[in-house]
């Protein structure tokens, strides 16, 4: 891997926290990732399944997870499967982890090899009552290709059907919400490589720019400093463009008088930053972008101010767009009077601000977590409002990562320029 090693104390207390959740006499099985097809003989870039990650940080295919605390066999509490290599497989693809550097990665004790996982399950299950199974579950998941936990899924309740399963994922989502110390140190990495990017960009960005370069200054930024690359598609969005909300075409001249639209973010040992700024294209921004920059900067600022321990999405959300409803209104862009007398369920303000305004951030950009859980210390959220003005050709979209803590919320984003003036001097120096 390309970042650097993690102290394996990270993985061992995930493990004894999610061993703390369980059912007496239940055995947990993670499996990792497909290595992806595109044709022919091509694949995808590995990625590894986040849960499995998180619980082992092993970052290699073929790889499977088994944790069983009520197991007679000491060694067989937690057993890693990595895949077994060979002469060939270190000739086309290069070194696998041996046995001791997967224990001391995961911090493992019990190190098998892939091939020999069905018998030693086979033993095992004699012994278990539950079975932890995995699988995908996000409110924004379209999985339309079968998993290889989905796949696995059918074979054990076929080859196992008296035993009684459960789901993983409940416990997941609750445990990864909360970010450990080292867990944060690392998002503060991914940070750090995402403000680097975007002061690269602010001496690089001009008239006659394409926005497919711009995006090449990212991708060479984050790898020159260990970073796999981006955590998601980057948005690199000028003029009117800024409007789509997941434009990923990144293809179109930055003109003079527009402004540009970016929403990146470096991905650093797994786990993900999420920036968005709007800067001048020419590195001066005319009244009303201004305007409406200031605008979406000051509800940003509250918003943020809104992320602590005991609120809810539902009330933060319902304050930020208080709120968004009294900047559209001085801009002109809403009538007061209408907002006075507007459905509830259908809010004038999503006409200009039609998405959330925060999300779970972590292994997952859109990570997981239980929408109505009240926040807690340890919590990561993006702070995200914006504007989009499609008659005007103006969209502006800022953002930051926000921790939560009994102190009020930390900007693991401070460092990043935000402030218009800030972003004009920087672009004109």
Excluded at 157 to 171: A, C, D, F, V
Excluded at 203 to 226: C, D, Q, S, T
Excluded at 323 to 330: C, H, K, Q
Excluded at 401 to 415: A, E, F, H, Y
Aim: aromatic share 10%; with cysteine; glycine share 6%.
């Amino acid at each position: 891997m390309r970042y650097m090693p993690i102290s394996n104390e990270l993985f061992v207390h995930n493990r004894r926290n999610f061993v703390k959740e369980l059912k007496p006499s239940s055995i947990a099985i993670f499996n990792s990732n497909d290595v992806m097809p595109t044709n022919a003989d091509g694949t995808m870039p590995f990625r590894q399944n986040n849960d499995l990650f998180y619980l082992s940080g092993v970052d290699q295919e073929e790889s499977i997870l088994i944790i069983f605390p009520d197991a007679k066999d000491q060694r067989m509490k937690e057993v890693l499967f990595v895949r077994e290599t060979n002469d060939h497989i270190l000739t086309w693809e290069g070194y696998k982890l041996t046995k001791q550097q997967a224990q001391e990665v995961s911090g493992i004790k019990t190190i098998l090899w892939t091939h020999e996982f069905k018998s030693v399950l086979n033993t095992l299950m004699a012994e278990a009552e539950h079975v932890y199974l995995n699988s995908n579950e996000h409110l924004r998941a379209v999985v339309e290709v079968e998993t290889r936990d989905a796949r696995f899924t059918k074979w054990i309740k076929e080859r196992y059907p008296l035993h009684k399963y459960e789901r993983s994922t409940p416990i997941m989502h609750y445990l990864r919400a909360i970010k450990s110390e080292q867990e944060i140190a690392l998002m503060r990495k991914a940070c750090h490589i995402t403000e680097l990017a975007f002061r690269r960009l602010l001496g690089f960005i001009k008239p006659g720019v394409m926005e497919y370069e711009i995006e090449a200054e990212l991708y060479h930024e984050f790898l020159r400093n260990r970073s796999r690359g981006p955590a998601y598609g980057s948005i690199i969005a000028s003029g009117a463009n800024a409007c789509i909300l997941h434009y990923v075409d990144n293809n179109q001249e930055c003109k003079d008088g527009d402004m540009l639209l970016m929403d990146f973010g470096a991905e650093y040992a797994n786990y993900a930053a999420d920036l968005s700024r709007t800067i001048p294209v020419n590195g001066t921004f005319t009244p009303r972008q201004r305007d409406v920059y200031e605008a979406v900067l000051r509800v940003m600022k509250a918003a943020t101010s809104m992320l602590v321990p005991g609120n809810t999405l539902d009330q933060y959300h319902a304050f930020v767009g208080t709120v968004m409803e009294n900047e559209l209104i001085r801009l002109d862009l809403l009538n007061e009077n209408d907002v006075r007398n507007q459905d509830p369920a259908a809010p004038l303000y999503k006409k200009y601000f039609m998405h959330g305004t925060s999300h779970f951030l972590g292994l997952d950009v859109h990570d997981v977590g239980n929408k109505y859980r009240p926040f807690e210390e340890g919590m990561v959220f993006t702070c995200e409002p914006g504007i989009y003005i499609w008659d005007e050709g103006i969209g502006v979209r800022l953002e930051n990562d926000i921790l939560v803590t009994k102190n009020g919320p930390v900007d693991l984003m401070k460092d990043i320029p935000l402030e218009a003036d800030d972003i004009e001097r920087l672009m004109k120096r």
